[in-house]
């Protein structure tokens, strides 16, 4: 019998705000990069997804809401912030993201109290890898049909990324989108013992690399490194590293573009760290040291938020900075613009996810699935991290959120199976 729960199931409510988060700022945009559309593909997705499960609720008359522990650490922080909103230099764009920020925590809870059980949290797997092909086969297609594309990213050294409708995106956060259906991926091919499979994967997991790389994001590529060798700490399974040697000897021994741009990826690389052929990596230095300044002078309680780039004109003009004035940190952006209070709250949100996280994966049983998606997931998560200590903008990123939510579903299962435990023994 079709039921409500049946129709609109976990999968149902859940797959939207993914294709959603995915597909937002690659299909249906204008020429100058903003939306064909009034509201963007996640943002339909999310009301779509909100209204279902609140309908559910109504029908049901269920009124309680699942939560996951982070509430207390929630509603202090989103009060901090409303609190510095009073204060802050840019309250109208405050206003603004504070309440993006707000709808994206709800959204977390949404996905928690969505997937009930392990398949319909594997089958959201599923189609994040296949959105993401999808996207990443878009990209490398137009890159392949309109080379000058790969031309202009590499003239821009990801500042902007060109499309083939002659419209840029950001690279950074185009690059980002990547970092959870990459993991789950290098999750799944850890865990692989058939070759011809392993060699599907690989193959999967280098479209998508391979649209990162394009992307000449230097953050995107050092956080998906590191989220790799998260991967291999707790799969203990090095394999992925030899196949990806192996792959890039034979492309450098075949072909001549490859050679050229694997140059030029480790030119992009070193930059990093020489800072000396572009002026975004010197004035990271600046933007940091002027962080504390803001810190210091504010008293430890902040500028206000989204007041950083309006305080930073105020002491480098942006004629003097090359109008480079948006934070480069999260870490430091938060602390500059909560203070210490709003610093605290913030990395104990973190930390919380991140001992859940941990948590999550070592009551699983090793080598078993629920295990590798609590891995991949970890090493999302772990990604991102590092990926906004080059970028600010954790606040919006609605993948990021995604991931929030399932680490917590994830554990939901760890927590359900120990209860079923126990009345089996009790019994």
């Not at 950074?172 to 991926?185: D, R, T």
């Not at 479209?207 to 230097?218: A, C, D, E, M």
């Not at 930073?312 to 942006?318: C, G, S």
């Not at 003097?320 to 480069?328: D, S």
């Amino acid at each position: 019998m079709l039921t409500i729960d049946r129709l609109f199931n976990g999968v149902v409510l859940v797959a939207p705000l993914v294709v959603g988060a995915l597909f937002t700022g690659v299909f249906l945009v204008a020429e100058d990069g903003s939306s064909v559309l009034p509201i963007t593909f996640f943002q339909i997705a999310l009301i779509f997804s909100l209204v279902i499960f609140l309908a559910k609720k109504l029908i049901h008359g269920d009124v309680t809401i699942d939560v996951y522990g982070l509430e207390v650490l929630y509603a202090l922080f989103v009060g901090l912030i409303f609190l510095s909103i009073v204060y802050t230099p840019d309250r109208e764009e405050a206003l603004f993201y504070v309440f993006r920020f707000i709808a994206l925590i709800i959204m977390t809870y949404i996905v928690y109290g969505s997937i009930n059980s392990f398949e319909q949290l594997k089958k959201i797997c599923f189609i994040i890898i296949g959105a993401a092909l999808l996207v990443g086969a878009y990209n490398l297609l137009q890159v392949y049909i309109n080379p000058e594309i790969a031309a202009f990213n590499y003239a821009g050294q990801g500042q902007k990324l060109m499309r083939s409708s002659g419209g840029a995106l950001d690279p950074n956060i185009f690059a980002s989108n990547y970092f959870l259906p990459i993991m789950i991926l290098m999750g799944f091919f850890s865990k692989e013992k058939s070759f011809f499979k392993r060699l599907v994967l690989f193959g999967f997991i280098g479209l998508l690399i391979g649209s990162v790389l394009l992307t000449y994001s230097r953050s995107s590529w050092v956080a998906i490194a590191i989220g790799t060798f998260v991967i291999i700490y707790y799969t203990k399974n090095y394999r992925i590293l030899v196949y990806m040697m192996v792959a890039f000897l034979i492309a450098i021994a075949v072909s001549e573009t490859v050679r050229q741009l694997a140059f030029s990826f480790l030119e992009r690389f070193i930059n990093i760290f020489a800072g000396s052929s572009e002026d975004s990596s010197k004035y990271r230095i600046l933007l940091g040291v002027t962080a504390i300044y803001m810190i210091l002078d504010s008293y430890l309680m902040g500028v206000g938020f989204q007041g950083f780039s309006t305080v930073f004109k105020t002491y480098h003009p942006p004629e003097t900075t090359l109008g480079i004035y948006q934070p480069h940190n999260q870490f430091y952006s938060v602390f500059a613009e909560l203070g210490i209070i709003g610093f605290i709250l913030f990395i104990g949100i973190l930390y919380v996810i991140w001992k859940t996280s941990t948590q999550t994966i070592n009551d699983m049983p090793k080598g078993s699935s629920k295990r590798i998606i609590s891995v991949s997931l970890f090493a999302t998560f772990i990604a991102y991290l590092v990926f906004y200590n080059f970028l600010g903008g954790m606040y919006y990123n609605s993948i990021l959120f995604i991931v929030i939510g399932l680490i917590f579903v994830s554990n939901k299962f760890i927590e359900t199976s120990a209860s079923t435990q126990t009345n089996l023994e009790t019994t």
